[in-house]
């Protein structure tokens, strides 16, 4: 088992190419640096407890190599279209893609998927 993270689309996407560098959340994660963590791309926004969509695409592995205050000069590196005082910035790295058509589950906060049905990150 793997911990994951849903984000709605592009956002994983972007992630996955390493032009969004920084994912913006209101909590903190419970991970180690060395913790891999996997990145599940789905079509829409999770806004209760409980709920899950069963069309997640997981489309990176990363690491949280920090988390901080998200500031205005954070927009850029979490593709961001507004900013809100009080957030926090998880600083991305160790970035390795996926590819696959497989579907996972997608949830709110961290969770977790099987990795058995997780294909290995690309090597390049």
């Avoid at 590819?99 to 090597?123: G, H, I, Q, W």
Wanted: with cysteine.
């Amino acid at each position: 088992m793997i911990k994951a993270l849903s984000i709605v689309r592009p956002g994983g996407s972007l992630i996955a190419t390493g032009r969004k560098t920084l994912e913006v959340r209101g909590w903190s994660p419970d991970l180690h640096p060395s913790e891999d963590l996997l990145i599940v791309e789905n079509g829409r926004f999770l806004h209760r407890d409980g709920e899950e969509d069963e069309d997640g695409v997981p489309v990176a592995l990363v690491r949280v190599m920090r988390v901080r205050p998200f500031t205005l000069d954070d927009m850029a590196a979490a593709c961001a279209g507004s900013f809100e005082e009080g957030w926090l910035a998880w600083q991305l790295g160790h970035v390795r893609p996926l590819r696959t058509d497989r579907r996972v589950r997608a949830a709110r906060r961290l969770y977790e998927v099987d990795f058995s049905s997780v294909p290995d990150a690309n090597k390049g």
